[in-house]
Every structure is written in C-alpha cells, then in structure tokens.
C-alpha cells in the first residue's frame, strides 16, 4: 500500500487593494451579480464574474428554484453564458462573492462541487489555468491560481468512447 498527499496553495490577501488594478473590475462585476440573483429560498446571494481575453465581463447570479434543485448556482451562470455567446474566447479569470440576508459571513465562498467540476471543463478545454478570486464580505480575498486546485482528483474527459 502506497499513501498519497495532496495539497492545495492559496493566496490570502486581507484587503483586495493588494491585488492588480486590471482584476478590480472583475471584483466589482462579481459584487454587483449579488444584487440581482434569485434567492428567495435561501437568502442567499452569490455573485460571479467572468473575465474574457478581449476584456468582456460575464456576470452570473444563483437563480433558485422551487423544484429543488432545478436552480442554478452563479459561477454556472456566468460560464455557462460565456462558451454560449463567446465559444473559443480564452477565460482569464473568475471572481466570486455571496452574501447572506440572514447571518454574518465571515469567510469567503469557495465553488460547490458540481460547479469546480464544471470550472475545471473549460479550464482543461481552453489548455491553460484559470484563477479564481473568492471574495468575502469583509474584503478578504482568497485566491486560487487553477481550478484544478479546488478539485485535485478531478473527472476528466478522455476524448475516447
């Protein structure tokens, strides 16, 4: 028997002023998707931002549903949106946010597990790491350098049937 270890890097950054001034917009755009998602189940606002080689911003937004669980989550949205309407348009990055109307957030959301999966599909199509910025209410910053840090042991699509 063998025993393997994964581990997972991340950068922690306190205030997003420490984060390059082209990736601002990107964190805004994911901010502002909160206040129009549909949440009227959970409270539960999630926010995501999508940012395009030729600089376009996608914005996506959880959208519940009563026939649980035929909503969708907001980092779906936004990618989703992007390879229907930009098909071949190189992702440059992903930020992230949600906020709660019920309790205090402290820390920030990472994506859930059908979402990394589905991160993880255009960031192997397109060949190349998409970071994600995952943003707390407070401000703080978590970022990921690929998707495939959020999902180590991920499915992968061999192109043979």
Known sequence: MEYLKISCEFERHE??????????????????????????????????????????????????NAAFPSGLCAERVAIFYAGANYPGVRIIAIALTARSLNYTQGEPVTPCGGCRQSLLEYELNQQSDIPIYMIS?????????????????YFEHSGKF
């Not at 990736?23 to 901010?31: E, G, K, R, T, V």
């Not at 209410?137 to 042991?153: E, F, H, R, T, Y």
């Open 137 to 153: 209410p407070s401000g703080a910053v978590v970022v990921s350098k690929s998707i495939k840090q959020l999902l180590p042991l």
């Open 15 to 64: 205030t997003r002023a420490s984060l390059d001034a082209e990736i601002q917009p990107l964190l805004d755009a994911c901010i502002e998707a909160t206040n129009s998602a549909y949440a009227p189940y959970s409270s539960f606002h999630v926010g995501a931002a999508v940012l395009l080689e030729t600089g376009i911003i996608i914005q996506g937004n959880n959208q519940e």
